[in-house]
């Protein structure tokens, strides 16, 4: 159990405590709990009882719990919790802006207990009876559990293939014939909402998934698929295929409705050939299946696409000096040791208070260690960078004093979230019409599966960050990857530059760079302007 996975553990077993009036006290320390284990550097589930006695904020009562979780994966007093609240209102609170106070009165005052049951209650206007709800926050928590109930069952790319391995090596204890995987997953897109199997020869045998631990399956014989449960929440399919097409159904499945209709034409009139001769016949036996969404100029060249190796340093990181979990010097080390040339630190500014947002006198404290660490280190550098909120009226989180000697700014939106598409775009683009702006963060705020972000017109922040010489981010979070990849042919064409960070609040999620770099490559962007 990592330790995000702890630390939410305590976070869910407050809000439910919260549900049921219990011991506020109690709540506000599982509160705490939550907010320092998500900052802890070392792994919990490798340390003992005696070593996290010394970490902040974690007493004997924590302690004992946190045991409980890496030995056996659950504790009592959430267990308890659980058996006494209805399922759908746990998953209420997998929504963001929906919390424990809000939750709990639309429970007791309307009787609603899922998101289904909640929308409904939106949608027949009840909402605006209540108290501290009027049409406004109706509409907004409407909009919020239609865009949960869209993307329920899908899963982040990062998390599917964290299981693809073992998943692929149970099915091939299937005995099928030929199978390849195919679909989101292979495509490997930002939220995969099926894993997907292609095989030919004889029809699987359902006895035989069971045995291997699958369950819920169902045959649709119409459509030669058999769908079952992996882990109990991947749904996963299984497509059978003909000798004669299953290269067809292979290259079909494994592109874009764009991409393959600009290629199907193309096809011999004996398609009864494998998957590598129909590639070579289309001439796409060079294109790597992530990369078969756009159709690009004929004499696009593939090879001038960005790899990890074109990456020399590390942009867009959190120490403890604002909410990440690791020093100043860990995150550096880290970085080094990868062979990165470069890290830049961009610790929060003061606005972002919820995230221990940076003062003058922390900044000023900080670039001291800066310095101190760059006299230390041999070919490496660390840059002193900020990424410095975007407040309400565009304007950037720090006087011009301060910002100027900053050698690095990232500026994002973190607050005030619900904004039209036209107040969204001016605000942004005010920030990156300052001078001191050199990259735009997470252009949407979007959180995948959470959060569907706030309407941009993405071309015009395009066209500003142009005319501005601003990059923009592609946040290589997983909840992220924002700019979204669709957009890059735009940004590219305009000559806008791209930035792949990581958003790194750990040394760990410095390899989140991997996943911008899959969306870098989906749209197709060279590696001379990254």
Known sequence: MTNKQIANQFKLL??????????????????????NLRRVGQDLSQTSMEDRVDLPGIGKAINAKIDELIQFGSMAALEKMLDKTADGIVELLRIKGLGPKKIKRLWKDLGVESAVELLHACQENRLVQLKGFGDKSQATIAAKLIYFLDTKGSHLYARVEEILGGLTELVGELKLDSFRLVGDAALQRNVVETIDFLYQGD????????????????????????????????????FRAKRSSYAVEYLKRNSSKE?????????????????????????????????????????????????????????????????????????????????????????????????????????????????????????FQIIKGIEVD?????????????????????????????????????????????????????????????????????????????????????NANPYRLDIDWSWIPVAQDRGVQISINPDAHHVREISNIRYGLICARKGLLKKNIV
């Open 14 to 35: 407050a809000d439910l405590m919260e549900l049921h009036d219990e011991n506020p006290f109690k709540i506000r320390s599982y509160r705490t709990a939550y907010q």
């Open 390 to 474: 975007i407040l309400n009226d565009g304007r950037l989180d720090y006087p011009e004093e301060l910002l100027s000697g900053f050698e690095l700014v990232i500026a994002s939106i973190h607050s005030n979230l619900q904004m039209d598409k036209t107040k969204a775009t001016q605000r942004l683009i005010k920030a990156i019409e300052h001078p001191r702006t050199h990259i735009l963060g997470h252009m949407t705020g979007r959180l995948l599966l959470a959060r569907e972000g706030y309407p941009v017109d993405h071309q015009m922040i395009i066209d500003a960050c142009a005319a501005n010489a601003v990059s923009i981010e592609i």
């Open 259 to 379: 991409f393959w209709n600009d290629y199907r034409d193309l096809l011999p009139a004996d398609k009864d050939r494998t998957i590598e001769e129909l590639e070579a016949q289309l001439g796409i036996s060079h294109i790597a299946i992530p990369c078969r969404e756009f159709v690009p100029p004929s004499d696009f060249d593939y090879e001038s696409l960005v790899e990890m190796k074109d990456i020399r340093g590390v942009i867009h990181n959190h120490s403890t000096y604002s909410d990440g979990s690791n020093t100043l010097r860990q995150m550096a080390e880290t970085v080094r040791d990868m062979s990165y040339e470069y890290l830049v630190i961009t610790d929060h500014s003061q606005a972002a208070f919820y995230a221990n947002g940076m003062k003058e006198e922390k900044v000023l404290k900080q670039w001291e260690e800066i310095d101190h660490l760059n006299s230390q280190m041999d070919d």
């Open 203 to 238: 029809l699987l045998d359902e006895e035989l998934l069971a045995q291997k631990g699958f369950t819920e399956i169902r045959n649709q014989e119409s459509e030669q698929m058999i769908i079952a449960l992996h882990q109990e929440h991947y749904t996963v399919r299984f």
